[in-house]
């Protein structure tokens, strides 16, 4: 529900979610919201339970999306 909100925010610079036991599936759905969300800078995702997919899936978003200028996967 959060992924597709952001998706259309247009004032939104920053998203913190770390340590928020964000799961593998739900990393992939805020993935895809960085295809229509082309404001926001920073995402925030540490400590979280992401894995192949969503990296795979953030790896993909971002050979299109330019605004995201700083993505925290650590420790997932």
Not at 6 to 24: C, G, W
Request: proline share 1%; hydrophobic share 40%; charged share 20%.
């Amino acid at each position: 529900i959060l992924a597709q909100h952001i998706a259309y925010n247009t004032t939104l610079l920053s998203v913190h979610l770390s340590r928020r036991k964000i799961s593998d599936v739900d990393g992939v759905s805020l993935a895809k919201m960085l295809i229509t969300n082309k404001v926001i800078r920073k995402l925030e995702l540490e400590g979280n339970l992401l894995g192949p997919k969503s990296f795979v899936e953030f790896g993909n978003v971002l050979q299109t999306n330019k605004s995201l200028k700083l993505l925290d996967l650590e420790s997932n």
